[in-house]
């Protein structure tokens, strides 16, 4: 899985056509939603994470636990986006990643899910400081530790 | 070279902090822009992209005329952005081939370059047709045709 966070004043989507038939998602996850001062998280769901989709949501939500601690938030946007891997999982596994992973914040995280299999409109803005651009890739790893992702902090370039 | 495009309202950024020392583009570039109905074009420029970095520049130019003809708009934004890529070139190259992609647009574009080497403030918007996020590998590959690039239009996920 590849994960870019964006720490935002805002982000807002709406859903505009179906990508494919069937793949789209229409129930449980709003149309369109705007959420503020949160962190976005921009999810690509890889083919590798398949062989385990349980660590990898796992997995990901340790990521997730991290940078929303680092940047003092508990909310955060959860947004599908094929853009950030060459070699994407099914469409069936990447949903119920999508909704693994809300499940397992829901509890103590303000979530805003973005459906998957939709062309949607959005804004986002960024606030610009050092850590509001993060990118992580998240691994099936089950092994204890931070061996199921690996930090790719950047110069933002 | 990844290149990420997004067919946007607007894009807008301020630079904010440098990213590392000496690393920073100063000259020729504006600390701060927006523009309106323009493509902006996310750039990672990659290690492999070193082997010849006039050909990828070229092969760039042509991707972007290609979109830009698409999508009937002769605006474009160049944003360097380290997220799309595991394997960046040096700073020195990524600033040469961003440097030289805008002069080879700047005589029939309206070229808006954010500058390298700092973190950034910036917001985006989709306009969400299905055309209006667009992936490309582009390599140094001088083949004719389109053998410099890889397309990956994606569903949206
Ligand atoms: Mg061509």
């Not at 129930?27 to 690509?44: H, I």
């Not at 990643?97 to 959005?122: M, T």
Request: with cysteine; proline share 4%; aromatic share 6%.
């Amino acid at each position: 899985m590849r994960l870019l966070f964006v720490h935002s004043d805002h982000l807002e989507f709406e859903t505009t056509t179906e990508a494919g038939a069937g793949l789209a998602e229409t129930e449980d996850v709003p149309m369109e939603g705007r959420m503020e001062d949160c962190v976005t998280a921009f999810v690509s769901v890889e083919r590798e994470d398949e062989t385990d989709l349980d660590a990898v949501v796992e997995n990901a939500a340790d990521e997730l636990r991290d940078v929303t601690g680092q940047l003092n938030t508990r909310k955060v946007v959860l947004y599908p986006y094929a853009h950030l891997s060459d070699d994407l999982a099914s469409p069936d596994s990447a949903k119920t990643v999508l909704r693994d992973l809300q499940s397992e914040l829901d509890a103590d995280y303000d979530v805003l899910r973005a459906p998957f299999g939709w062309y949607k409109s959005f804004e986002v803005s960024c606030k610009g400081h050092p850590l509001s651009e993060l990118s992580r890739h998240v691994t099936p790893d089950r092994t204890d530790g931070d061996a199921g992702s690996e930090t790719a902090d950047r110069a933002p370039s």
